[in-house]
C-alpha cells in the first residue's frame, strides 16, 4: 500500500524520565505517526468510514499518554504503537516521539519506532 495518512506534532504532557524531578513533573512530548491507508475508497465516497479517523487514533493517544507514567521514551513509543494497533484495523504503524528540552543545547530528542501487527500478535 502506497497511500498514507499521517498526523503530526501532537503535543501531549506526561510524566516520563528516569530522574527524580521527571518522575513528578509533568513534560511535553510531541508525536508523529504515519499509518497505511487505500485512500482510494475514501476518494470515491468521500466517507469517513472508509478512511482512518485520524481524530478516534489522537482522542485515544492523548488519553492514554496524559495517564502514562514510563521512565523510558522507548517503552512510552511501545506501547503507544501497540495501543494502535490493537484499536485500528491498519497493518502497520510508525510513531515517533520527541521529548522537547531533555538535553541542553538541543530541541529535543526521540525515537521513531514501526511496528506491525505481527509484532503484538498473542
Given at each position: ?120 500478535a498473542t
Amino acid at each position: 500500500m502506497r497511500d498514507r495518512i499521517h498526523l503530526s506534532d501532537l503535543k501531549i504532557e506526561t510524566i516520563v524520565g528516569i530522574f527524580d524531578w521527571e518522575r513528578t513533573t509533568r513534560q511535553m512530548v510531541s508525536f508523529d505517526f504515519e499509518f497505511p491507508a487505500d485512500a482510494r475508497r475514501a476518494a470515491q465516497t468521500d466517507h469517513i468510514e472508509d478512511t482512518l479517523n485520524y481524530k478516534s487514533v489522537a482522542k485515544m493517544v492523548i488519553a492514554f499518554v496524559e495517564k502514562s507514567e514510563f521512565q523510558l521514551v522507548e517503552t512510552l513509543a511501545e506501547r503507544v504503537a501497540e495501543l494502535i494497533l490493537r484499536g485500528f484495523d491498519i497493518p502497520w504503524v510508525k510513531v515517533s516521539i520527541s521529548k522537547l528540552g531533555a538535553v541542553r543545547g538541543s530541541r529535543e530528542v526521540g525515537i521513531t519506532i514501526e511496528r506491525t501487527q505481527a509484532d503484538f500478535a498473542t
